[in-house]
């Protein structure tokens, strides 16, 4: 049956999206008006931060239901069991691949630049790094256990996105067990899917203020003066993000899916926008999920991907903590050997895993894994608490691009990627639909047959 994605001609007809255009016109101007807001104002300033905080709370409460519609309907619609375990397996690999990379980069440009010399810590700074670590050991036990919920609709008001993962790939299998049976339960969870997207392009129009309020808070609270002080590992953390992803990213992609990077990018950018707002990767992971069905990448391995992605492929926290660990280690006047650094940063590599979600994770597992592999270095973290929030724009960032090309990565490997449909997404031919922020087209086409579509058929 030929797809609805193409008009008479083969060509869709782009959708009309002046109202989000003016809406992130809108973003850019709150960004650019919150910066002044905060060298102009900053007593006023700080106080704008619970604006931004409710407005990423806003895009965290969408999240959980996203992720178990997607992952739900994604199994639910596949035949073989053992293709959602495949996926599985393959992603893991994957991230603990560029996991390695990002780490071994970020040793390697943190011991050129050997930043941190001549620094000293304040007590207040001390105190604060302390809370942190208090805040960020957990043990490997613990965080196993905290991926199990207390009950099955508990799983919803988790701080991490792991318990939802759990019930939503039970969920999942068992819709996909009892076979025409469960059908009926799939299209209500679709039209479930529906809704929450409906929701979620609601809560998108108060972005503008969301944005200001975060950016005015943290410009008026840091100012230029930390900034002056730290700007070597602030500069060398950026120039190094910049290289994982224009080059090692990049290079992954063309070679593993022969995607361009920027084209990606491109697709992308309002996504960006919204994470460098509000320095946070999850605001746009409800918006990653649906443009990656979109641009063609299979329901199944979006599911499965995108939500593991978060909890387990960070390169751009990786590449923060090695690079902050130096730091703290010179300007503490204690430099690690090459083997103590390798067995540390492993060390919080594998932590980070049980602080993924939690607001300021990168500076939580910082301190949580100094106290637990290095305490006499535990007040150095006071060194990097003034300057988190603006490293912590660039991790997110990195982390966001790290999700989206495994995305289309694995979707390539798994024959699950439709190379036809993103060809004509990256063209401008198929825009995203920005008012349900949902692919109609690709629930229309999604069913037990769909891998073998994606595997060889094409588009008509």
């Known amino acids: 049956?030929?797809?609805?994605?193409?008009?008479?001609?083969?060509?869709?007809?782009?959708?009309?999206?002046?109202?989000?255009?003016?809406?992130?016109?809108?973003?850019v101007a709150a960004i650019f008006l919150g910066i002044i807001t905060g060298f102009a104002f900053p007593d006023f300033a700080v106080g704008l931060e619970p604006i931004g905080e409710g407005f990423v709370n806003l895009i965290k409460m969408m999240i959980s239901p996203i992720i178990f519609c997607t992952i739900v309907l994604g199994i639910g619609s596949v035949a073989r069991a053992a293709q959602v375990g495949k996926v599985g397996f393959?992603?893991?690999g994957y991230f603990l691949t560029m996991?390695?990379?990002?780490?071994?980069?970020?040793?390697?440009?943190?011991?050129?630049?050997?930043?941190?010399?001549g620094m000293r810590i304040s007590p207040a700074d001390a105190a604060e790094a302390k809370a942190e670590a208090a805040e960020g050991a957990t043990g490997t036990t613990d965080f196993l256990l905290s991926i199990i919920p207390e009950t099955l609709v508990g799983a919803f008001t988790e701080d991490t996105v792991l318990p939802t993962l759990l019930v939503a790939l039970l969920a999942g299998f068992a819709l996909q067990k009892m076979g025409p049976a469960g059908e009926p339960i799939r299209r209500g969870i679709e039209q479930i899917q529906k809704l929450v997207f409906r929701i979620l392009a609601m809560i998108m129009w108060a972005a503008p203020v969301g944005a200001f309020g975060a950016i005015a808070a943290v410009v008026g609270d840091t100012g230029w003066e930390a900034l002056k002080s730290l700007a070597v590992i602030m500069l060398g953390f950026y120039a190094t993000c910049v290289v994982f992803v224009f080059i090692v990213l990049a290079a992954v992609l063309w070679i593993g899916a022969r995607v361009n990077l920027f084209s990606l990018l491109r697709y992308l950018g309002r996504e960006f926008l919204l994470i460098l707002s509000t320095s946070s990767s999850e605001s746009a992971l409800p918006r990653l999920i649906a443009k990656m069905e979109h641009l063609g990448v299979s329901r199944p391995v979006v599911g499965i991907t995108v939500p593991t992605g978060y909890s387990f492929n960070l390169d751009g926290t990786a590449i923060y903590l090695t690079m902050a660990t130096l730091f703290i280690a010179t300007a503490q006047g204690s430099p690690l050997g090459l083997g103590e650094q390798i067995s540390l940063l492993v060390f919080m590599i594998i932590a980070s895993k049980g602080a993924a979600g939690v607001t300021g994770a990168g500076l939580a597992t910082l301190a949580g894994g100094l106290q637990a592999h290095r305490p006499?270095?535990?007040?150095?973290?006071g060194f990097i608490v003034g300057i988190d929030r603006f490293m912590s724009e660039a991790r997110a960032l990195t982390n966001f691009a790290g999700n989206a090309v495994a995305t289309v990565l694995i979707g390539s490997w798994t024959k699950e990627f439709d190379r036809e449909q993103a060809e004509r997404v990256f063209a401008g031919r198929d825009p995203f639909n920005e008012d349900t922020l949902i692919d109609d087209h690709a629930s229309e086409n999604e069913g037990a047959e769909r891998p073998k579509e994606l595997a060889g058929a094409t588009t008509s």
């Not at 049956?1 to 973003?27: D, F, K, N, T």
């Not at 006499?376 to 973290?381: I, K, N, S, T, Y």
């Open 1 to 27: 049956m030929p797809s609805e994605r193409a008009s008479a001609g083969g060509v869709q007809a782009p959708r009309r999206g002046g109202r989000i255009h003016y809406l992130y016109l809108a973003v």
């Open 90 to 92: 393959i992603a893991l």
């Open 99 to 117: 996991s390695t990379i990002a780490l071994g980069i970020g040793l390697f440009v943190g011991n050129v630049l050997n930043p941190g010399e």
């Open 376 to 381: 006499d270095l535990v007040d150095g973290v």
